[in-house]
T-cell receptor
Framework: AQSVAQPEDQVNVAEGNPLTVKCTYS??????LFWYVQYPNRGLQFLLK??????LVKGSYGFEAEFNKSQTSFHLKKPSALVSDSALYFC??????????FGKGTKLSVKP | NAGVTQTPKFQVLKTGQSMTLQCAQD?????MSWYRQDPGMGLRLIHY???????DQGEVPNGYNVSRSTTEDFPLRLLSAAPSQTSVYFC??????????????FGPGTRLTVL
């Protein structure tokens, strides 16, 4: 069965510092991986995805993610965090029903 | 281009009541789906549709019905509400490329409380 794990419930970062939100996956076959962000009382917004090709994927708002097949990871990164990046971040893998299979989410808190 | 819209934004029901959550998209997407979001559990798939007239069950379908009479609309019906259905419900849509690769676009959600 396909699954995604986000090992950290919360990540705390100071503004201006680099941030990493971790994600590992378990998939039989080729993984199709996504990151979404959810701001308070809002829907999910697409950040980026990996389907094939370059292992470093660039997305919206300065975020990027690195696909690592040997470590089965797809960590989300940003070189310099902003207070406005504070939100709930979800990693997901494409499912066989055309759906997304989500991790439990990681709350990112960026302090000034 | 409104994207994916959902109504209502908030709803309070009593146990046993029924209601319909509305979802519409204006992107001519063939694939539409419903998820529920519960604290610490991420989002879980309730039902999905690959086109008008075609629906199927997801991971947590019990207590919910769906229909897809048009490409644009995908309502979710709660037949007899239970407190366990207290959740935030999201509708999503995507075009039908190779399954599992399409970006899904989410509505703003409906926060449902069942007393």
């Amino acid at each position: 069965a396909q699954s995604v794990a986000q090992p950290e419930d919360q990540v705390n970062v100071a503004e201006g510092n680099p941030l990493t939100v971790k994600c590992t996956y378990s998939v039989s076959g080729n993984p199709y991986l996504f990151w979404y962000v959810q701001y308070p009382n809002r829907g999910l917004q697409f950040l980026l995805k990996y389907i094939t090709g370059d292992n470093l994927v660039k997305g919206s708002y300065g975020f990027e993610a690195e696909f690592n097949k040997s470590q089965t990871s797809f960590h989300l990164k940003k070189p310099s965090a902003l207070v406005s990046d504070s939100a709930l971040y979800f990693c997901a893998v494409g499912g066989s029903q055309g759906n997304l299979i989500f991790g439990k989410g990681t709350k990112l808190s960026v302090k000034p | 281009n409104a994207g994916v819209t959902q109504t209502p934004k908030f709803q309070v029901l009593k146990t046993g009541q029924s209601m319909t959550l509305q979802c519409a998209q204006d992107m001519n997407h063939e694939y539409m789906s419903w998820y529920r979001q519960d604290p610490g559990m991420g989002l879980r798939l309730i039902h999905y549709s690959v086109g008008a007239g075609i629906t199927d069950q997801g991971e947590v379908p019990n207590g919910y019905n769906v229909s897809r009479s048009t490409t644009e609309d995908f309502p979710l019906r709660l037949l007899s509400a239970a407190p366990s259905q207290t959740s935030v419900y999201f509708c999503a849509s995507s075009s039908m490329g190779f399954r599992g690769t399409d970006t899904q676009y989410f509505g703003p959600g409906t926060r449902l409380t069942v007393l």
